[in-house]
C-alpha cells in the first residue's frame, strides 16, 4: 500500500507543476543606447529573475499570471523600476529597461507600464480580462463572462453547443467526457486571477474544442487568511408608492 502510494505521488506531482499556466517576460536592457551585458533583471517579492547575454537580452521564464514590479540593476547605472508590469497565461509580455548612467550610487528610476491594447504575440484574437476586472463585472459564473464576449451568444462560441467548449482550470481540460458538460461555473468569482478567451484559431496545445477556449488562472495561496460572502435574492422592490 505505502509503495502504490509512493507511485502515485510520483506521478502526480510532475502532473499538477505542468498544469501550472504562467507566462514569460523578455526585452533588452540598454544604457546609452548600447546593449548591457550581464544586468539583473528581477521579478520584485519573488524568486524570478535573469540576466542579460551579450545582446542585452534577457528572459524570464514560467512567471505566474498576475500584475508585478520589474527592476533592472547594473552597475553605475540607475536602477530602473517599472510597476503593473501584466504576466498573461501562455503568452510574451516585451518589456525593455533604457538605463540612465547614475550620477549617485543607488539612485533608482521608478516607472508605471501602461497595458497594451494588442497582445502582439498572440496567435489569434485572444480576450483576456484580469483579476480586476473579472471581480468587477456584475456576473456569478464563468459561464456568464464568456456570454459577455464578442463571438458567443450565451455559451455558446460561433454557433456551436454549450459541450463543444473547452475549459482549462490551471491548464487542466474540466470536460466529464461521459456528458460533454463543463465545471467551470464551480468555482467562485473572488478565486479568478485571470479569464482569457478564444473563439477560434487555437493553438495546438489546446484540443477537444469545437467552439471556444476558456482559460481560467485561479488566485495562489497567500500567507493571511480572508474571507468574503455573498447573498442573491429574487425579491424585488417591495416598498410602498
Known amino acids: 500500500m505505502k509503495k502504490l502510494a509512493l507511485i502515485l505521488t510520483l506521478i502526480l506531482i510532475p502532473a499538477f507543476a505542468l498544469a501550472q499556466t504562467s507566462g514569460k517576460l523578455s526585452g ?5 543606447g548600447q546593449p548591457l551585458a550581464g544586468a539583473n533583471v528581477l521579478v520584485k517579492g519573488t524568486t524570478y529573475g535573469s540576466a542579460t547575454d551579450e545582446n542585452g537580452r534577457y528572459f524570464v521564464l514560467d512567471v505566474p499570471v498576475g500584475a508585478y514590479e520589474i527592476e533592472a540593476q547594473y552597475i553605475g547605472y540607475k536602477t530602473l523600476t517599472i510597476s503593473n508590469v501584466h504576466v498573461n497565461a501562455n503568452l510574451t509580455t516585451e518589456l525593455d529597461f533604457p538605463l540612465e548612467v547614475a550620477a549617485v550610487e543607488g539612485e533608482t528610476v521608478q516607472v508605471v507600464a501602461e497595458r497594451p491594447l494588442i497582445q502582439r504575440n498572440a496567435t489569434n484574437t485572444t480576450a483576456i480580462m484580469d483579476q480586476e476586472l473579472v471581480q468587477a463585472l456584475p456576473v456569478r459564473t464563468i459561464g456568464d463572462i ?5 463571438g458567443a451568444v450565451g455559451t455558446n462560441v460561433r454557433g456551436g453547443r454549450e459541450s463543444d467548449n473547452a475549459y482549462y482550470i490551471d491548464g487542466v481540460l474540466m470536460k466529464d467526457r461521459w456528458s460533454g458538460g463543463n465545471f467551470q461555473n464551480s468555482l467562485s468569482q473572488q478565486s479568478l486571477s485571470e479569464v482569457s478567451f478564444q473563439a477560434g484559431g487555437m493553438s ?4 477537444g474544442a469545437n467552439g471556444g477556449v476558456v482559460t481560467i488562472d485561479t488566485l495562489d495561496g497567500v500567507k493571511k487568511f480572508s474571507a468574503a460572502a ?3 435574492t429574487d425579491f424585488g422592490d417591495t416598498s410602498p408608492g
Not at 464568456?146 to 464578442?150: F, R, S, T
Not at 495546438?204 to 484540443?207: F, I, L, N, P, T
Open 28 to 32: 533588452t536592457v540598454t544604457g546609452d
Open 146 to 150: 464568456v456570454a459577455l464576449q464578442a
Open 204 to 207: 495546438a496545445e489546446y484540443g
Open 230 to 232: 455573498q447573498y442573491v
